[in-house]
């Protein structure tokens, strides 16, 4: 009975040091308010080159279409997957395109809101100073704009890649684990005058999750046991996973307006800068496309094309596959008189003398000695034949 006692006096004890040091375990952890930090596609808009002049754009609504709620383990969740403030979101983008000198952004969600102050300007002057009708010095008409952004959040796929990896030796192991999910976003330009899509794009963003644990569970003595657990993981935010997602979104649709063609909504004020970045969007695109275009026997090999806004490439490719089929080259055209004169047909063929082959002069050979005969043999006392006079020949008319 006294154990049992002392047990739970002992837990009580480590519940309030526990509560006493809670507080202040959150305070090391926290910290200040301080401003939303920068992305790197935040970045990116902030420098974009501005235009000749800004446009005129306005966004009435950019929602979360795709209706899922946050994923739960034990129970039921009503709140949402993401956030709901993409609206928010996607005017901020638009303010930090070229800092601030790209768009012109006209408020549309709560219009309704604004429409009410007005009409509370005009019946309070009315009123106090007996105006019946409101100078446009005082209360002008609202900003319109030529084109209209739709679009929303249209996908948030849970636990696309999952995988982990552990070991364990004599009690003691360790473990690491990671998620994936992904959201998507999609954005389109339209002309309020044709009501005509001028221009969509469609982004997407990974949201990494990844835990790692490490524990040891043993025996130190016979009646001793050793248990130790410790382990930290790190959740990217799901907003800001929205919010690039959405920048990028902005980004790709000032590019892809900017593309030099009939479809050309807008251009940048500095050219050579607006085609470097043309061209390094256009290598970005196909890289991302390389993958699943590789799979597939395309026209160019399985790379895509480069941006090209000349066409110089495409002349290039043109040459090169009549290169490849064995299209002949057009002939070059001789003038007669470079020609050289056929033969006529039958025509003797005139012979050649053969050249004589040079004689080599013959070396001359020396006489070759008698032999020396040897001691005691027999020796002939004949003399050598010599060589025949030579003595002309006497004629036959003569006499004796």
């Known amino acids: 009975m006294g154990m049992f006692k002392n047990a739970i006096l002992a837990g009580v004890g480590a ?26 596609v935040q970045r990116d ?7 000749p002049a800004p446009v005129a754009i306005a966004v009435y609504g ?7 709620l946050k994923p739960s383990e034990n129970l039921q969740s009503l709140s949402r997957a993401v956030t709901q403030g993409a609206t928010s979101m996607l005017v901020q983008a638009l303010r930090d395109a070229g800092n601030g000198n790209w768009f012109t952004v006209v408020e549309r969600e709560r219009l309704d809101n604004i429409l009410k102050e ?21 209360l002008p008409s609202l900003l319109f704009a030529g084109i209209l952004l739709e679009g929303g959040i249209i996908g948030y796929d849970t636990n696309v890649e999952t995988g982990g990896i552990g070991a364990r030796m004599l009690a003691i192991g360790s473990s690491a684990q990671y998620r994936t999910n992904t959201v998507t976003v999609y954005l389109r330009a339209i002309s309020v005058k044709t009501g005509e899509v001028l221009s969509n794009v469609v982004t997407h963003k990974t949201v990494a999750s990844v835990a790692l644990n490490s524990n040891v569970f043993k025996f130190v003595t016979f009646d001793e046991l050793l248990e130790f657990e410790a382990g930290v993981s790190s959740n990217e935010p799901t907003t800001i996973a929205v919010q690039a997602a959405i920048e990028k979104a902005v980004y790709a649709l000032v590019m892809e307006g900017a593309k030099p063609g009939q479809r050309q909504l807008w251009n940048f ?36 094309p480069a941006y090209d806004p000349k066409g110089k490439g495409a002349k290039r490719r043109a040459q090169a596959s009549k290169r490849a089929s064995g299209t002949p080259k057009p002939a070059v055209p001789v003038s007669t008189s470079q020609m050289a004169p056929m033969p006529a047909q039958n025509a003797p063929v005139q012979q050649v003398a053969a050249r004589p082959a040079p004689t080599l002069p013959i070396k001359p050979q020396r006489p070759q000695a008698a032999p020396v005969p040897a001691s005691g043999a027999a020796t002939s006392t004949a003399k050598p034949a010599s060589a025949p006079a030579l003595v002309p020949a006497r004629s036959t008319n003569s006499p004796n």
């Open 15 to 40: 519940c309030a040091l526990t509560g006493c040091t809670a507080p202040k375990m959150t305070e090391a952890f926290s910290g200040p308010a301080t401003l939303a930090r920068v992305t790197e």
């Open 62 to 68: 950019f929602n979360d279409q795709t209706g899922q």
């Open 269 to 304: 004020n500095d050219k050579t800068a607006g085609e470097l970045l043309l061209a390094k969007y256009s290598d970005e695109k196909r890289r991302i496309m390389a993958a699943t275009y590789a799979k597939h026997d395309g026209p160019h090999g399985g790379a895509l």
């Open 118 to 138: 007005r009409q509370i300007i005009r019946e309070m002057r009315g009123r106090y100073l007996g105006e019946e009708q409101t100078p446009t010095s005082v």
């Open 45 to 51: 808009l902030i420098y974009l080159p501005p235009p």
